[in-house]
């Protein structure tokens, strides 16, 4: 008799990663319209959640022992005078907060006429790689979204929502200056990505 305990396999970890390759993969190889449909939906999420820097880290210290939930833990000011918030969802809106169509579309043709974010200037997209993208995400959140450490805003804690962390400090002068460059960026790298995603995914067979 083998004494040895028999081991379950581990569980594939399931991330944006994995969702954004199996979506991939349903598109170029599966044959159900359906199928195909949602996937498309997913992608045109997933490629911009990946490029959002708070969705692709989780902060660890003595204040978040059980981690920071991409910033949702961290409470923060805009200004003095402002409501406090939690640190994803001031990275969430820092482009725009609008639901406005014509709003929405005429922001996005200003990112697209900035000279600084002509194709040919965003040296970024030569990484094509899933995970390329995951990657600056984490090394803007790490350096930039949380100050090299996590020192900025201060914690939720048994809260149910930042608005009532009334002594949620405001942000250091400049930060939203850059959070909102930095944003702009991620928006139009998004844009030129998910467009050429697109084209290698539905491209008809000759």
């Not at 449909?37 to 997913?42: K, N, R, T």
């Not at 994803?88 to 900035?114: C, M, P, Q, Y």
């Amino acid at each position: 008799m083998d004494n040895h305990r028999a081991h379950k396999p581990e569980p594939e970890s399931v991330n944006i990663l994995t969702a954004m390759a199996e979506n991939q993969r349903i598109l170029l190889n599966d044959n159900d319209p359906s199928r195909k449909v949602i996937a498309l939906a997913w992608l045109f999420h997933l490629v911009g959640d990946i490029h959002q820097p708070l969705h692709a880290v989780q902060l660890f210290t003595l204040d978040y022992p059980n981690g920071d939930r991409g910033g949702n833990q961290i409470c923060i000011r805009v200004t003095q005078a402002g409501q406090p918030l939690n640190l994803h969802r001031f990275w969430d809106g820092a482009i725009t907060s609008s639901s406005k169509l014509t709003r929405l579309r005429n922001e996005a043709t200003a990112l697209r006429n900035r000279r600084e974010f002509q194709r040919s200037q965003l040296t970024e997209l030569a990484s094509t790689g899933f995970e390329s993208w995951a990657r600056e995400s984490f090394e803007i959140a790490t350096k930039i979204a949380y100050r090299n450490g996590g020192r900025i805003g201060i914690p939720k804690g048994g809260n149910r929502d930042c608005r009532e962390v009334q002594t949620a400090p405001v942000l250091p002068v400049g930060y939203v200056h850059n959070a909102s460059w930095i944003a702009d960026r991620r928006m139009i790298l998004a844009r030129y990505r998910l467009a050429d995603l697109l084209t290698r995914v539905t491209r008809i067979p000759d």
